[in-house]
């Protein structure tokens, strides 16, 4: 059985950071890109990072330079380190596993984030 458990979300002021965990279990963690989505109300599910299993990584343009997503396998655990955090980044938070040849795709079932003063 899979699963992708989320934690670390909560409220924070704007400016402020937060770091997200995500521990996967039942896969084989190291081969699969894990990466970070968000939804805000009303908006629809957008991806904001994403690290291969090689280690490269990508993010969406509204969080470079904040955000950082980081892995350790030895833990099946992967990380959205999050600084200098706006408003707009109040969603909830996702974390996904995939793995493109077996198109195998899991996701957790989220994490609130609000940035509010």
């Known amino acids: 059985q899979v699963q992708l458990v989320e934690s670390g979300g909560g409220l924070v002021q704007p400016g402020g950071s937060l770091r997200l965990s995500c521990a996967a279990s039942?896969?084989?963690?190291?081969?699969?890109?894990m990466s970070w989505y968000r939804q805000a109300p009303g908006k629809q599910r957008e991806l904001v990072t994403a690290?291969?299993?090689?280690?490269?990584?990508n993010s969406a343009d509204s969080v470079k330079g904040r955000f950082t997503i980081s892995r350790d396998n030895a833990k099946n655990t992967v990380y959205l380190q999050m600084n200098s955090l706006k408003p707009e980044d109040t969603a909830v938070y996702y974390c996904?596993?995939?793995?493109?040849?077996?198109?195998?795709?899991?996701w957790g079932h989220g994490t609130q984030v609000t940035v509010s003063s």
């Open positions: 690290i291969q299993s090689g280690g490269s990584t």
């Open positions: 039942g896969i084989f963690f190291s081969i699969y890109t």
């Open positions: 996904n596993a995939f793995y493109s040849p077996s198109r195998s795709n899991y």
